[in-house]
T-cell receptor, first 115, second 111 residues
Framework: DSGVTQTPKHLITATGQRVTLRCSPR?????VYWYQQSLDQGLQFLIH???????AKGNILERFSAQQFPDLHSELNLSSLELGDSALYFC??????????????FGNGTRLTVT | GNSVTQMEGPVTLSEEAFLTINCTYT??????LFWYVQYPGEGLQLLLK?????DKGSNKGFEATYRKETTSFHLEKGSVQVSDSAVYFC??????????FGKGTKLTVNP
């Protein structure tokens, strides 16, 4: 058990809809990362938050947004969903005190299916 | 930009066979290199890492050496077990706190 909790495990929704994925990091970890895993693109870094502040942005679409709350949990919001957004979305966490820290603990992911 | 290239899978081995999964990278500067493992139905776990040239990362019998001259970080294990069946990802971090992953290599170990 990595200690990173993601909900829901599965999500099926229609094109054009909006969904929210939730992540609780491992206890004591201040950094939260979001990744998208798909068969064609592989693992793509989306965004990184450290202690409530955005730290780095990757290949995140404008239709997607994220935030990290004071209790350190994070939410990834995906809107105007398209078929191509179907993927496994992973949250990861790390202590994140120093620059160059990388995600050490990954959750089991949320599988999003857009129909 | 930074990139990682892994050998295409899948790789199928018999128990106790020797494993090599090749990984090469392209990066400016001096990246840190990582291997992650993803067991079926689970998230990724950090397997090992190396932060500078000639460093050897090791864990659970797996090893990888950071070779700057060949820009490689090949994963090896002397004797694989059925429980090693998983997908293995090579990754680099080039100082921007963003991990760049390879496509992953699926390993199946048969008894």
């Amino acid at each position: 058990d990595s200690g990173v909790t993601q909900t829901p495990k599965h999500l099926i929704t229609a094109t054009g809809q909006r969904v929210t994925l939730r992540c609780s990091p491992r206890s004591g970890d201040l950094s939260v990362y979001w990744y998208q895993q798909s068969l064609d693109q592989g693992l793509q870094f989306l965004i990184h938050y450290y202690n409530g502040e955005e730290r780095a942005k990757g290949n995140i679409l404008e239709r997607f947004s994220a935030q990290q709350f004071p209790d350190l949990h994070s939410e990834l919001n995906l809107s105007s969903l398209e078929l191509g957004d179907s993927a496994l979305y992973f949250c990861a966490s790390s202590v994140g005190r120093d620059r160059g820290r990388v995600p050490l603990h990954f959750g089991n992911g949320t599988r999003l299916t857009v129909t | 930009g930074n990139s990682v290239t892994q050998m295409e899978g899948p790789v199928t081995l018999s128990e106790e066979a020797f494993l090599t999964i090749n990984c090469t990278y392209t990066a400016t500067g001096y990246p840190s290199l990582f291997w992650y493992v993803q067991y079926p139905g689970e998230g990724l776990q950090l397997l090992l890492k190396a932060t500078k040239a000639d460093d050897k990362g090791s864990n659970k019998g797996f090893e990888a050496t950071y070779r700057k001259e060949t820009t490689s970080f090949h994963l090896e294990k002397g004797s694989v077990q059925v429980s090693d069946s998983a997908v293995y990802f090579c990754a680099l971090e080039g100082g921007s706190e963003k991990l760049v992953f390879g496509k992953g290599t699926k390993l199946t170990v048969n008894p």
